[in-house]
């Protein structure tokens, strides 16, 4: 993975880490590597295309994070709850991608009950969980452009909030 200059023009004073992942199992690395920065109160939204990566680096948060259960996407059943093998917080990985009402619509998962014991991890979250939690961690990830077959996803981590400034984001890309 290479770093390149952090920019976050939305929240200049936000923590921010931009990296070139070029392989699944980079990704994956990256989801462990992170998860050691995580810690139960934690949410996380990602972005990104269709194809881009995110149930990929939800798995490696999984992994890094020792929970029991294979990460696979919570499409069809919006949520799922990895409990930890180690005592550590459970993983919540929840798909809002069917999902059109924000937390409004999402009510019913209960994620603000779970939010204090668990690291929620929101794929398709973005406009619809954020009234969660001030302190948060955003993460787009980009897919080249062109060739579908192109592997290299550019990946922007934003931590918003006062829980994650001083947290060492910018050591992801080392």
Known sequence: MEAAAPHNPAEPSAPCAELTVTSPEQMRE????????????DLVLLSGELGAGKTTLTRGLGEGLGVRGAVTSPTFVIARVHPSLRGGPPLVHVDAYRLS?????????????????????????EGKVEELAEDRLHLVIHRA??????????????GLGARWRGTGLSALSA
């Open 30 to 41: 990256l989801g462990r590597r992170l998860a050691g920065l995580l810690r139960a109160g």
């Open 101 to 125: 009402g924000g937390l409004d619509e999402m009510e019913d998962l209960d994620l603000d009950v779970s939010l204090p014991e668990s690291v929620i991890v929101v794929e398709w979250g």
């Open 145 to 158: 452009v062109g060739d579908t077959a192109d592997e290299v996803r550019h990946v922007t981590v934003t």
